[in-house]
């Protein structure tokens, strides 16, 4: 399973005109409120804006390689074929990054399998009753698990699962690439892959699964958004079942009581050994109590506004054009290669595992230009010693390591070129170039110049020690916006403090460049003097908002009437809110004053009138809670069962409480069971009566022996019932014989297998999981046995047929790979494609395989979503090498398992600068709905 990469990329807010424009290295999130867009269109959201470059490859997805080859004895001549064009046609994938990965297609679980692996482990109860996975619970836990008991001596846990899951797994290395691998670090990635290749043998099962093990790799595969090229490579049909395809078994147990052991019987109450259970309850307590409810005013408040009238701010902006002046260099370096050998699990031999000593290289890179570790020079392979020994037993050791096999040399190399140190200083500039000091005023041309590695070697922004003339064998200086060699000349707009100026009225327009005087005002006022007011912008901005304010009860509004409710309200209205929309005289007033207040701290000078204010008063009227009548409290008789009333708040028997604004009064009855029931034990079944009709005197209860704890609580709280068991013919029963005992057993149920396969079979299930898993992003090459013998007579001119395909006798001979070519007609030709076996070379076919992903990879960019936040892509916009701004239609993009891609054909993206991604951002309190 090859190793997902995840790339942190920097934030740098994107603004665009027509007239200027920026490039930006690096990927951008820009959040911003709602838009009137957003409105208009019904979306309950906020847009985000995301922003990258394809020019510097930002972004790019990632493109991982499976090959998955027959291993039978019969694939010598296809293995080859395959390494050597893989080899050679890997070509194309410089520039990206991604993985090379290798697998079989006796990928199964009940023959002689490499490429499997498994996990075995429990699922467990816990105190929810819920079964929970648990790898770290061993056989020894399980025992204990099992015969768990709590304090009464009942079973803790009922059930438990053991499963099994399979796991992806390749005894072969998956090899990285990365975009930035030079022309020798990317021939060696290819010499990996062909190494790798060679590794494999022909010793695998004749009963060829490859369908499965495509189907353990696309799962492997499902959360990640690169490009997916998978290579097969087979000359027998697909034989995958439900059963060699597995993703993993369980068999569950469950706990089972027995039967009860022990003397425990039935008996009545002729039985002198018999004991039974009594249970004695009693009448509840019957009160009543006098309460009532209060209507009371909760709040009043002013409303007030200016009629017509806005409040306007104007914002002055200004801009100056600035560049950041960058030195690119390369510089002498040093690294050295550990090279060690490895013990390698290269196959399953009845099940027993088998190694193969292996020689492997690593590479390390110097710091800077520091000798590090490769202190000797050495430049052909040396023992390792003291040092070097050390550090390799650190840093590249792994767990098969053969011990006494390191090896080290060293390899003196020039770095590519280097633009990590930047000017601190922003320089105003036009479109032309920028001035360097004096010193290096010759070393804006490329080439070996000692002014020019004088000045990186003293301003270098990391530690320089040891950076010498003779170590920098490329210097080159030059200016640009984003320090990157690509953007040389470029320049940006940045530097813009704003003023906010706020006045009364209306917007005359919603932008405006600044006039001559605005602009030189703005000049002085920043402190821009000294710079060409050639390369200056300046603008205005203005934005409107209507000014409302309140006032509520604090603020001096004062209209509730002496019995403390809402006007035109009395004290039995239901709840309710009365809102009169005519303002008293001394209410307007004050709200022309306040308003006026307002305005004046803006500094606005404006005389207020009646006519330009609206004003409207609310109040809310509002029931209280219910209340006690304080010592109402009355004890009924018991045997009582009255119900509650509505009283008149007149009756005397309210006259202890206050009654300003009673809303409404009420007798209220409840129960009160200080006392809880007696439970006690006899021999004597009769107590509570013979039969179950029979009824009984508290006395009674009390008289005998056994009830001398039954407690007599007088007519305040009488008897209510007397309880025991009883046969269905009315005779009391019980139990004698001590205590008894359950033992319990655990019982396994049927096993149970999870399948990659489903129901509707293997085809269909390979289709529906590249669907879920990878949505379009993906490529299958399969070399088969074809079916078509003209097709075969034309790509396989003068090979012999014997060495792909075997006795002609045999029934196998030149059989169809039907599976394969059923996947492929339903895939369709974009997305699957078949070639014969028995071509001699692979390489033009591989180089059609390899081109097709990266053409389509390279219209693609990785675009982050939230999707427990429900974001979606609202609209795409493309910056141009000319600064404008173009929206993409719809139709000419797609996005799809985190990947945004353009439709060949469609949209040029040589001319793009910069990709903006406009995002929405759903409302969390309305998204459900």
């Known amino acids: 399973m090859s190793t997902r990469k995840r790339y942190v990329i920097s934030s740098l807010f994107v603004m665009s005109s027509m007239a200027v424009f920026a490039i930006f290295q690096n990927c951008s999130d820009v959040k911003f409120e709602s838009t009137d867009e957003l409105a208009i269109a019904g979306i309950d959201g906020k847009l985000r804006q995301i922003a990258f470059s394809p020019k510097f490859n930002e972004n790019r997805p990632d493109i991982d390689v499976t090959t998955i080859l027959d291993n039978s004895n019969s694939m010598t001549n296809i293995q080859q074929n395959v390494k050597k064009a893989v080899s050679k046609t890997t070509s ?9 990965s290798l697998y079989s297609t006796t990928e199964d679980l009940n023959h002689s399998a490499r490429n499997k692996d498994k996990v075995n482990f429990y699922k467990i109860q816990d105190e929810n009753g819920n079964l929970i996975p648990s790898t770290s619970f061993t056989d020894a836990d399980l025992n204990t698990y099992k015969n768990e008991m709590d304090a009464d001596g009942n079973p803790v846990f009922s059930t438990y699962e053991k499963w099994v899951k399979y796991i992806n797994f390749s005894p072969f290395r998956t090899i990285p690439f990365t975009g930035n691998m030079n022309a020798e670090q990317f021939s060696a990635f290819q010499t990996e892959v062909f190494n790798e290749i060679d590794k494999f043998d022909i010793s695998g099962s004749k009963i060829e699964v490859g369908l499965c093990s495509l189907l353990r790799n696309i799962d492997s595969y499902k959360d990640s958004n690169d490009f997916h090229t998978y290579i097969i490579a087979t000359n027998e049909d697909d034989a995958t079942t439900l059963d060699n395809c597995l993703k993993a078994e369980s068999d569950r147990w469950d706990r089972h009581a027995n039967e009860v052991i022990g003397p425990q019987q039935e008996c009545d109450d002729t039985d002198e050994e018999c004991t039974f259970s009594y249970s004695v309850s009693y009448q509840d307590e019957k009160w009543s109590k006098l309460t009532y409810k209060q209507s009371f005013t909760e709040w009043e408040k002013i409303n007030f506004f200016l009629n017509g009238n806005q409040l306007k701010t104007v914002t002055t902006q200004v801009k100056h054009k600035t560049a950041r002046r960058f030195a690119r260099h390369k510089i002498k370096q040093r690294k050295w290669q550990f090279q060690y050998k490895r013990n390698v699990l290269i196959r399953y031999n009845d099940g027993i595992p088998e190694y193969e000593e292996q020689t492997h290289t690593a590479n390390h890179n110097g710091e800077g230009v520091k000798n590090g570790i490769c202190e000797s020079g050495s430049t052909s392979f040396q023992t390792c010693l003291g040092d070097n020994l050390n550090y390799f037993n650190s840093n590249v050791k792994t767990a098969d390591t053969i011990n006494n096999s390191c090896q080290i040399k060293c390899i003196d190399q020039t770095s590519g070129y280097l633009a990590d140190w930047i000017d601190t200083s922003n320089i105003p500039v036009s479109e032309g170039n920028v001035t ?12 070996y110049t000692n002014g020019c590695n004088a000045w990186v070697a003293g301003q270098r922004s990391y530690n320089s020690s040891g950076v010498t003339d003779n170590l920098i064998t490329n210097c080159e200086l030059n200016f640009s916006s984003d320090g990157n060699t690509n953007n040389i000349n470029k320049y940006k707009s940045e530097n813009a403090p704003a003023k906010v100026v706020k006045s009364f009225g209306v917007c005359n327009a919603t932008e405006n460049t600044c006039d001559g005087g605005e602009k030189a005002s703005e000049i002085s006022r920043v402190g821009w003097g000294s710079i060409n007011s050639n390369l200056i912008t300046c603008s205005q901005s203005c934005g409107v908002s209507n000014l409302i304010t309140t006032f509520n009860d604090s603020n001096g509004v004062d209209r509730v009437p002496a019995d403390g409710l809402c006007a035109g309200k009395s004290a039995g209205d239901a709840d309710d809110v009365v809102t009169d929309n005519l303002c008293s005289p001394s209410e307007k007033a004050l709200a022309k004053a306040e308003l006026q207040r307002k305005l004046s701290t803006l500094g606005i000078s404006v005389t207020l009138y009646d006519s330009n204010i609206s004003c409207s008063y609310s109040c809310q009227h509002r029931q209280g809670s219910e209340q006690e009548v304080p010592s ?19 009756d005397v028997e309210f006259t202890s409480m206050d009654k300003s604004n009673i809303h409404s009064c009420n007798k209220k009855y409840f129960n009160d069971n200080p006392k809880a029931s007696i439970s006690f034990n006899s021999t004597d079944g009769s107590i509570c009566g013979a039969n179950a009709s029979d009824t009984v005197t508290l006395e009674q209860i ?29 005779r009391t029963k019980g139990s004698k014989g001590g205590v008894s005992n359950i033992e319990y057993s655990w019982e396994g149920s049927a096993p149970k297998s999870e399948s990659y396969i489903g129901d509707e079979g293997v085809v269909k299930s390979v289709v529906d999981l590249l669907n879920n898993a990878h949505g379009g992003n993906y490529f299958i ?16 001119k003068g090979v012999d047929l014997l060495d792909y395909y075997g006795d002609p006798s045999d029934p196998n001979y030149r059989k169809k790979k039907k599976r394969y070519k059923e996947l492929a007609q339903i895939l369709g030709p974009d997305k699957m494609k078949t070639f014969p076996a028995c071509m001699p070379d692979y390489e033009e076919s591989m180089k059609f395989v390899f081109d097709l992903i990266v053409t389509s990879a390279s219209r693609s960019y990785k675009v982050a979503l939230d999707e427990e936040a ?7 916009k493309i910056l141009d090498n000319k600064g404008l701004v173009h929206t993409i239609e719809k139709d000419q993009y ?3 398992k985190g990947l945004l891609s353009f439709k060949e054909g469609g949209v040029n993206l040589d001319n793009a600068e910069i990709i903006y991604v406009d995002v929405v951002v759903p409302n969390p309190l309305t998204l459900d709905k």
């Not at 022996?705 to 025991?724: E, F, L, Y």
């Not at 399969?782 to 013998?789: K, R, S, V």
């Not at 429900?870 to 795409?876: D, F, G, I, T």
Request: charged residues 25%.
């Open 702 to 730: 009390m008289a005998h022996a056994d009830a001398s704890t039954v407690v007599d609580h007088g007519t305040d709280q009488p008897m209510k019932d007397c309880t025991v068991a009883r046969f269905d013919d009315g």
């Open 894 to 896: 797609s996005f799809n």
């Open 436 to 447: 360097f000091p004096s010193s290096v005023s010759n070393a804006s041309l490329s080439g």
């Open 781 to 796: 090459a399969a070399f088969i046995n074809y079916e078509d013998p003209q097709v075969e007579d034309e790509k396989c």
């Open 870 to 876: 429900q974001e979606w892509v609202y609209r795409v």
């Open 92 to 100: 194309s994938l410089k520039g990206f990054g991604g993985t090379v």
């Open 632 to 650: 109402s409290r009355a004890k009924l008789d018991p045997w009582a069962e009255p119900a509650n009333e509505s009283r008149s708040c007149a």
